[in-house]
């Protein structure tokens, strides 16, 4: 489902704009909307390409810039992944990647970071993490790295309105200011996570420039389960497992497996929240779905939320909390701890309790009929049905997908085919990435692509 633009703006005069313009109280080569992983990168390498760094900005809303940045990976900041990046990256056209990281390639984001200060380890599933194991050590790095270019950074500002005037931008920001630049870089996001500055509002101004926009929907979010005795007994338990979601019509989405978290609400935990884009993906195949609203930053709900509330169940959490252990295996197991024979949950509980969290057991065994046979066991264990309601919504999202269509953008330049010297990168854009690393990948080559492209344009157009 795609949005398109409010003409509203093409009734706009030219004497309001030529008075805009004169307003103009700042004046830039290249001025970047968003100071999160995508547009600091911009910044960099666009002074690294040649542009002075006075003459780039970037505006941000927030008090603070990469905030994000700084919250992620549990503070230890995820930031690349040396593995194969096919198949981890999703949208409706999701091999746009494949021109940005042919350009800038993984390893040479990393060679990168590593020129700009910044050593990275990768573990043995190549998930990259600072050599300091601390996020805030990228935050430092790319600080320093802004301030060394005398890169004008503007916090607590917000870009509100885009017109475009013969060859330059003008650009309305919150605090009454308007600027003017000859290239734009929109890297404001998505609308995951408004407490670290998610919102849609780069998305609205693009589509007011006449991109279309895939309806954001939250991915990498928690689950909301049907209420369960699992989730009033083991609430707050965590559990290393195996899961997939298992739709109406009996579809299974792939199997995720790593740490799971028992809420009041339903399931957290990064494993889960990996399923929370399959779940999602369910409202917006619903002919209901509209754009997610938006007026403060933060009220943006999601119909999987609003379905949450209505209980309807949309399909099973299929939970595995031993893989590593066969049918066959655990029935032995219980065969030799003698647990067929008893008539009451206290054996088992503590036969359970050498498997899995006391609380989960109990939980388990709660609506059980005793004597249990070993094999019903083994199938609440090895299949444990969970009914889902929906996700929660951006306020909990890590990510979101959906955005910007990359069909009216160049995966070579990231430059907007519709408006020349108009880019985007980041999340802001159709794409998002599995866990491991995939999405801060995106952001920082994106960001980097787009930054040095904008300042290659503007070299090569000196005059404008
Ligand atoms: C808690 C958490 C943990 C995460 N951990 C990981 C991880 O370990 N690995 C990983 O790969 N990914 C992780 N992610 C995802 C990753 O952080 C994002 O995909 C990435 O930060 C997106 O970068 P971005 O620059 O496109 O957008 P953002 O980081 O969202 O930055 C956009 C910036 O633009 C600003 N902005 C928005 N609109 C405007 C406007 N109109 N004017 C001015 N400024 C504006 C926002 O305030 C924000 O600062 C995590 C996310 C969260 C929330």
Redesign the pocket.
């Known amino acids: 489902m795609k949005f398109r633009t409010n003409p509203d703006r093409s009734k706009e005069t030219l004497l309001q704009r030529e008075s805009a313009f004169s307003k103009s109280q700042k004046s830039f080569d290249l001025v970047i ?7 600091v990168l911009a910044a960099i390498a666009a002074c690294d390409e040649g542009l002075s760094g006075t003459s780039v900005a970037i ?4 008090e603070t ?1 990469l ?3 700084r ?3 549990n503070g230890r ?3 690349a992944n040396m593995g194969s990046i096919e198949g981890r990256y999703h949208g409706h056209y999701p091999q746009f990647v494949r021109g940005v990281f042919s350009r800038v390639a993984p390893e040479s984001l990393l060679s990168y970071f590593r020129s700009i200060g910044l050593a990275t380890i990768s573990d043995d599933e190549g998930r990259v993490y600072p050599r300091s194991n601390q996020a805030q050590s990228v935050v430092l790095t790319l600080t320093r790295a802004l301030n060394r270019r005398n890169i004008e950074v503007f916090t607590e ?4 309105r885009i017109s475009r005037e013969s060859s330059r931008f003008l650009l309305d920001l919150s605090d009454g200011m308007s600027w003017d630049t000859r290239a734009l870089v929109i ?4 609308p ?2 408004p407490n ?4 849609l ?2 998305m609205r ?1 693009l589509m007011s420039l006449g991109h279309a926009c895939e309806s954001p929907f939250p991915a990498l979010v928690p689950l909301v389960l049907h209420p369960h005795p699992l989730l009033k007994r083991a609430e707050g338990v965590r559990f290393r497992g195996q899961a997939f979601f298992e739709n109406c019509k009996g579809t299974c989405s792939k199997t995720v497996s790593g740490e799971f978290l028992v809420t009041s609400y339903g399931m957290s935990g990064i494993a889960a929240m990996e399923l929370g884009r399959t779940v999602s993906m369910i409202d917006i195949s619903d002919p209901a779905y509209s754009m997610p609203e938006c007026t403060a930053g933060h009220q943006i709900e999601s119909r999987s939320q609003e379905r949450s509330r209505s209980k309807d169940t949309i399909g099973n959490l299929v939970v595995d909390l031993l893989p590593e252990f066969s049918e066959e295996e655990l029935v032995s197991f219980f065969n030799m701890q003698d647990c067929s024979r008893q008539t009451s949950s206290d054996l088992w509980r503590i036969v359970l309790s050498g498997l899995i969290p006391v609380k989960m057991a109990e939980a388990m065994l709660m609506d059980s009929h005793f004597p249990l046979e070993p094999t019903a066991v083994v199938q609440m264990i090895k299949s444990l049905r969970l009914p889902v309601i929906g996700t929660r919504d951006f306020d909990y999202a ?2 979101t997908a959906g955005g910007i269509s990359t069909r009216d953008f160049n995966p070579r330049t990231l430059e907007s085919y519709k408006i020349p010297r108009l880019y985007a ?4 854009l159709d794409i998002d ?1 599995d866990t491991g ?5 995106w ?1 920082f080559s994106s ?1 980097i692509l787009a930054g040095l492209s904008a300042a290659r344009a503007l070299q090569k157009n000196v005059g404008d």
């Open positions: 909307a968003g100071g999160g992983a995508a547009g505006v941000e809303k927030e810039i905030r994000k940045v919250a992620s990976g900041c995820n930031l500002k917000q870009l509100v890297a404001s996001g998505g995951a996570s670290l500055g998610g919102d509002s780069g101004l890590q990510v990168a980041g999340e802001v990435g690393g995939f999405n801060l990948m952001a960001g």
